[in-house]
């Protein structure tokens, strides 16, 4: 079975604080994501990787950056949270050209 | 900015009836459309995709149904269980980049 793992589910931080969300992948997918879901809004891509150290911004990459330093794992990185960053966050990870992508549980950040 | 939206956000259907769920695009370079299914707690999962130059494509009682004129996607569910209850998304794909929409959620009445 696919595996994609969030570190954390539930993350409470405080505003200003630096946030690092974790996600690894199992199946060597060379495509990671990173979206986040709020009600009414669907998904939004924030970033997506296609390789080892490369990334691409999405649609809403303001107050974010990522890292990928190896294939199985990809860091979502909020630089300084703020109260409009409390949202569900989901990592992805896909085959190359491939459009089933694979989920994590989410991580529900609430920062205060 | 958001290239992929559906119809309605709520959709309540019997037990044993059909569903149809309905999404608008407006990228027509994308090379595939796709439904997913989230279940409550879970992350997405894949339903079915059609590439771009289908117009119909069926899977275990679901068919998806591509309308290029007027950019027009649809998935329809046979025979609704209980456990087809979730939200529904439309994503579609362009090069690596998989964008979503909305979300329809569909609640099947006993």
């Known amino acids: 079975d696919v595996k994609v793992t969030q570190s954390s589910r539930y993350l409470v931080k405080r505003t200003g604080e630096k946030v690092f969300l974790e996600c690894v992948q199992d199946?060597?997918?060379?495509?990671m994501f990173w979206y986040r879901q709020d009600p009414g809004l669907g998904l939004r891509l924030i970033y997506f990787?296609?390789?080892?150290?490369?990334?691409e911004k999405g649609d809403i990459p303001e107050g974010y950056s990522v890292s990928r330093e190896k294939k199985e794992r990809f860091s979502l990185i909020l630089e300084s949270a703020s109260t409009n960053q409390t949202s569900m966050y989901l990592c992805?990870?896909?085959?190359?050209?491939?459009?089933?992508?694979?989920f994590g549980q989410g991580t529900r950040l609430t920062v205060v | 900015g958001e290239s992929v939206g559906l119809h309605l956000p709520t959709l309540s259907v019997q037990e044993g009836d059909n569903s149809i769920i309905n999404c608008a695009y407006s990228?027509?370079?994308?090379?595939?459309f796709i439904w997913y299914k989230q279940e409550s707690g879970k992350g997405p999962q894949f339903i079915i995709d059609i590439r771009s130059n289908m117009d119909k494509r069926q899977g275990q009682r679901v068919t998806v149904l591509l309308n290029k004129t007027v950019k027009h996607l649809s998935l329809q569910i046979a025979a609704t269980q209980p456990g087809d209850s979730a939200v529904y998304f439309c994503a579609e794909k362009g090069d690596y980049k998989l964008s979503f929409g909305a979300g329809t959620t569909v609640t099947v009445r006993a």
């Open positions: 990787s296609y390789d080892v150290k490369m990334k």
């Open positions: 992805a990870s896909s085959i190359q050209g491939n459009t089933e992508a694979f």
């Open positions: 199946m060597d997918h060379e495509n």
């Open positions: 990228n027509s370079a994308s090379d595939y």
